[in-house]
């Protein structure tokens, strides 16, 4: 298998120097994505309570449908009781446009549904029922925190994710995340078949 990383030396990000990171306290670049990454932790923790402890960041995920696959990265998986129960993913510019992709990742990243779907440009947000695919809620005053019913109330049994619904979900993370990526999206990592 040979590997192709898509816009790994990304022109579009303006490098302003180094900041340190809120959730592992690594160095990184300070960008302006960066930034809404870094504003992002701090609001899970610090507004809605949240244990750092509980955030996992940059989880990479393989995405595999028609003979294809490919490696992303979600921003936050959120857990509650040692569960994840909430992926929070940043992206620039319009939620409508990420709505549909994040669904879908939220249902082939784990072998359940993840429960609570928010996306994100660091401004305002889109929290969606995983199971139903309905928006709950608009803005970042939406976003549950570790104290509201919405958390507290999950189901101890998750929503399971047929291999139907999978390998639907799987074809609209690809066509949205790899397919449709432009210059911005950093990270994305093919995997081509053939000799290396």
Not at 122 to 142: M, P
């Amino acid at each position: 298998m040979k590997k192709k990383t898509i816009h790994e030396e990304n022109p579009h990000h303006l490098v302003m120097g180094e900041l340190i990171d809120f959730l592992s306290g690594a160095v990184l670049p300070d960008t302006h994505d960066e930034r809404y990454h870094q504003k992002l932790a701090r609001y899970l923790v610090e507004a809605l309570g949240y244990d750092m402890e509980a955030i996992e960041q940059n989880r990479e995920v393989v995405i595999q449908t028609n003979g294809q696959a490919a490696k992303i990265r979600v921003d936050f998986l959120v857990s509650v009781k040692k569960r994840v129960a909430m992926l929070v993913n940043y992206a620039p510019g319009s939620l409508v446009t990420r709505r549909l992709s994040n669904l879908a990742l939220s249902r082939i990243i784990l072998p359940f549904q993840i429960p609570v779907v928010v996306t994100t440009n660091g401004e305002d947000a889109e929290v969606i029922d995983g199971n139903s695919g309905k928006v709950t809620g608009q803005g970042l005053a939406a976003i549950p925190g570790y104290s509201s019913q919405l958390i507290r109330n999950l189901p101890d049994t998750p929503f399971t994710v047929d291999a139907s619904l999978f390998d639907k979900a799987s074809k609209i993370a690809f066509a949205c995340e790899v397919d449709g990526a432009c210059p911005c999206d950093t990270g994305i990592c093919v995997i081509e078949s053939g000799s290396s």
